[in-house]
């Protein structure tokens, strides 16, 4: 069963760094989300692709995040000059048009 | 602005009793609602959903209820089983961005 995959799982990194998450989408789906969550919430929406073409971005993606798909396949999501408030979790999603959307495991990510 | 009300953090429920999920809406162009279930470490799992133009889904043991002039959702689980342990979002969508509640803890007992 090939699900959504996320890479990696955990990252822990320094206030400043730059990070860069990947996510796989499950094969036949066209359109791949980004949500992220804090403790305590529900996951919140970044943004979402249908094929390569980015077609909403959430006000929460300040400008430090960029997130992109260039084939239509695979997606990754990278934040610069982390911050201890992007400390989350960074949930990906896949579906087909108008279908449910499938999520994978997400990748933890602590900003010290 | 949370669009999207889960009131109880957390419901305890006997094992083969009936548990009731509540969830609360403010946005009346929200054409779509779903229930995710999550088990910790993982990500959030489709349960059951409903189009705003019915008012009830059944999939095997889990219905949905949308009553769309209270603005309000609930799931119910019968029997409930000690695997049902799990957090539940509600979500609410118009359009591809799914907006989610804060998540209700449902918690089986044997």
């Known amino acids: 069963d090939t699900g959504v995959s996320q890479d990696p799982r955990h990252k822990i990194t320094k206030r400043g760094q730059n990070v860069t998450f990947r996510c796989d989408p499950i094969?036949?789906?066209?359109?791949l989300y980004w949500y992220r969550q804090t403790l305590g919430q529900g996951p919140e929406f970044l943004t979402y692709f249908q094929n390569e073409a980015q077609l909403e971005k959430s006000r929460l993606l300040s400008d430090r995040f960029s997130a992109e798909r260039p084939k239509g396949s695979f997606s990754t999501l990278e934040i610069q000059r982390t911050e201890q408030g992007d400390s989350a979790m960074y949930l990906c999603a896949s579906s087909h048009p108008a279908g449910e959307q499938f999520f994978g495991p997400g990748t933890r990510l602590t900003v010290l | 602005d949370q669009q999207v009300k889960q009131n109880s953090p957390s419901l305890s429920v006997q094992e083969g009793r009936i548990s009731i999920l509540n969830c609360d809406y403010t946005n009346s162009m929200f054409d779509y609602f779903l229930w995710y279930k999550k088990y910790p470490a993982e990500g959030p799992t489709f349960l059951i959903s409903?189009?705003?133009?019915?008012d009830k889904n059944e999939d095997g043991r889990f219905t949905v209820f949308l009553n769309k002039s209270a603005k309000h959702l609930s799931l119910h689980i019968v029997p409930s089983q000690p695997g049902d342990s799990a957090v539940y979002f509600c979500a609410a969508s118009v359009g591809e961005k799914l907006t989610f509640g804060t998540g209700t803890r449902l918690t089986i007992i044997p």
């Open positions: 409903i189009s705003s133009i019915k």
């Open positions: 094969s036949e789906h066209n359109r």
